[in-house]
């Protein structure tokens, strides 16, 4: 039996093999997320880019929503990209105090990429992610505890409250792994403190 940490990448529709490739490339172990017994055991859970509406509804039809909210409240480290910020907002499954405005920067047409500040990721000095925005959510409301990590024109669009990481960007799609990094670093934090 391996060490190495079990991610689940919830599978239902979306980019999540590009986070699982990534994921391999760190030497993590994943697995697909369909169903409520494939949250077993996890030690964090990344949900990914997608169509929301497509995605929400795969979750209320695989009886996903009541496991995720449980896991995500027993303080599993989680990373949400694009969609899958949405999907952890207050409207969705109420994991994160926020509330995304989907397609905020626009549509298709105003998909963009751009390096930008992202706090906690490690770096060389003025070393900057490079995130790709595709039909891309910004943060339009916030909790007190929701700390903004990266903001673009001035809006939210990384942020992170306790151990759940949102990002409005694809950082898998750019092939740029410190974020999930980042994801395993706080797996090991938390098993630390286990």
Do not use: Y
């Given at each position: ?56 509804l ?21 990373l ?37 500040n ?43 409250q306790?151990?759940?990481l ?8 750019a ?20």
């Amino acid at each position: 039996m391996s060490d190495a940490p079990l991610v689940g990448v919830l599978a239902l529709q979306g980019g999540f093999e590009a986070h699982i490739k990534i994921l391999d490339r760190l030497g993590a172990r994943s697995r697909e997320v369909r169903t409520p017994a494939d949250l077993a055991d996890l030690d964090a859970l990344i949900l990914p880019g997608g169509e929301s509406t497509v995605m929400t509804l795969g979750i209320e039809r695989e009886g996903l929503g009541d496991p995720l909210r449980e896991l995500a409240a027993t303080g599993i480290p989680i990373l949400g990209t694009c969609a899958g910020m949405i999907i952890l907002d207050r409207a969705h499954l109420g994991i994160l105090d926020v509330l995304a405005r989907r397609n905020a920067f626009g549509r298709q047409l105003h998909s963009f990429e751009v390096d930008l500040n992202l706090d906690g990721i490690d770096g060389a000095a003025g070393e900057r992610i490079h995130g790709v925005f595709i039909r891309a959510p910004w943060i339009a409301e916030r909790g007190p505890g929701v700390e903004v990590l990266a903001e673009v024109d001035g809006h939210p669009v990384a942020i992170r409250q306790g151990n759940v990481l949102a990002l409005s960007f694809h950082p898998e799609l750019a092939g740029e792994d410190r974020v999930h990094r980042l994801l395993l670093a706080l797996v090991g934090r938390r098993t630390a403190l286990q």
